[in-house]
């Protein structure tokens, strides 16, 4: 997530120099053709041209509007997860009976670790590479600042730091690590209320949060797996390359019926429009799969990071780990 109030020059230019160029090219041949050799049948009128800048214009806020709705429910989503694993664990803690013997202590532990570990695996879930994001300029300019592991590194990383030895070796056998974990949180609240350590009703209600996670990983899941159609997305950049390609053959005529002499504002009035249209298409690009290392992407290394802090403070800890921070304004 870009999390500066004003985008980098450098970023814009990274994102955008590839159209700018190509406006560039392409007015100037058009000028040279119209203004040098006289060729004045290139000149098209404007008014098909606005009609179908128009069109496309509605046609990327549709892709736009949508393309936000998956990055904001993405967003609410983690919020949840981010509520559920503080309420969990402060439940926990606070109707768990004999607190003071230490094998009660070290049970809530291994449960409270285990939720920052279940959160930290559905982040690598949700981030493991798809074929349609591979060569994304928003992937590649995040993870020049954020260089990653494989999966399966991160997932031994987390699976030794977070959870007991004996739990290590299944959970990495799993095809779905994070939704082994919940079950495991499940099994050992049975195992607490057979222990009467708590109540039936403490347990319902812990098993009804639990059941939540599951609820908000199948939500996010349904984003990560269902890609933005493409009928969609495709078209949108297809149409606004025509758009950019047409542009200039509209514009030359135009500013010559002005003054023979400005027909080359046809360049930089290219360019301008070009860049502008060109943006536009981006940005609803970048917020469509909002799980896919992008500068955009919800930043959910960050969140975990707070899951973290907040579960080991409840437990009384205090070498908490340090908040992540963003490197160039981009935050995971």
């Known amino acids: 997530m870009y999390v500066k109030r004003n985008v980098s020059p450098s970023i814009i230019y990274y994102l955008s120099w590839r159209t700018v160029l190509f406006s560039f090219i392409l ?10 050799f006289g060729w004045r049948a290139i000149a098209i009128p404007f008014l098909p041209i606005a009609t179908i800048g128009t069109a496309v214009a509605f046609y990327v806020g549709f892709k736009n509007n949508s393309s936000y709705d998956r990055l904001w429910e993405a967003r609410k ?11 969990i664990a402060s439940y926990l803690l606070a109707v768990i009976k004999n607190r003071q013997d230490e094998t009660t202590k070290t049970l809530t532990q291994k449960f409270i670790y285990r939720q920052i ?12 590479r798809n074929v ?37 070796e299944g959970l990495l056998s799993k095809q779905n690590i994070a939704k082994e974990l919940v079950y495991l949180q499940m ?15 403490e347990h319902s209600d812990l098993m009804k949060m639990c059941n939540e996670l599951y609820t908000q990983q199948g939500k996010s899941e349904r984003i990560k797996l269902f890609p933005f159609p493409r009928q969609y997305a495709y ?24 003054n023979e002499g400005l027909a080359w504002l046809t360049i930089p ?35 975990c990071r707070t899951i973290e802090r907040d579960l080991r403070e409840l437990l009384g800890e205090t070498k908490l780990p340090e908040p992540i921070q963003s490197v160039e304004g981009i935050l995971m």
């Open 269 to 303: 009035f290219s360019m301008l429009i070009s860049w502008i249209f060109d943006t536009m298409e981006q940005i609803g690009d970048t917020s469509e799969n909002p799980f896919e290392n992008g500068v955009n992407d919800v930043p959910m290394t960050a969140i």
């Open 187 to 201: 099994r050992d609240l049975t195992k607490f209320r057979e222990s009467n350590l708590i109540e039936s009703y």
């Open 27 to 36: 007015s100037t041949f058009v000028f040279i053709l119209y203004e040098c």
């Open 77 to 87: 989503i983690w919020g949840e997860i981010v509520n559920l694993s503080r309420s």
């Open 117 to 128: 570990a279940y959160a930290n695996m559905i982040r690598l879930q949700l981030r493991k």
């Open 132 to 168: 349609w994001d591979e060569t994304h300029l928003y992937t590649q300019l995040a993870s020049q600042c954020f260089p990653c592991k494989t999966f399966e590194q991160d997932a031994i990383d987390v699976v030794n730091a977070l959870c007991c030895t004996e739990e290590v």
């Open 235 to 258: 078209f949108s950049e297809i149409f606004v390359r025509i758009f950019i390609c047409l542009l200039p053959f509209g514009l030359i005529a135009e500013f010559a019926k002005i």
